[in-house]
């Protein structure tokens, strides 16, 4: 598991640029991780704008399947919830 905590990104906070199939969000705050994300040919129809969203929408879906599977980030290290823990 990647260690690097990820954010949901408005676009006046984040700076959105495009390699090829990849896109790349970089915070202008400088202690946050940037992100590259694999989108395919489709980006170059893509906003800014657009590419955010599918970035939060990547991130949340992140977040509800290691919820399903019970997993909780703890200071950025993984751990399986036990029922015990509740």
């Known amino acids: 598991m990647n260690g690097k905590v990820r954010y949901i990104a408005r676009l006046p906070e984040v700076t959105v640029t495009r390699d090829g199939d990849f896109a790349r969000i970089e ?6 991780a940037a992100s590259l994300l694999k989108i395919g040919p489709e980006i170059r129809e893509m906003s800014d704008s657009e ?9 949340r ?3 509800t399947r290691a919820s ?10 993984p ?3 036990n029922s015990k823990d509740h």
């Open 27 to 32: 915070f202008k705050e400088g202690n946050i």
């Open 68 to 77: 399903r599977q019970g997993f909780l980030n703890f200071f950025g290290y």
């Open 61 to 63: 879906d992140k977040a």
């Open 79 to 81: 751990r399986r919830v």
């Open 51 to 59: 590419i955010v969203e599918l970035h939060n929408e990547a991130l």
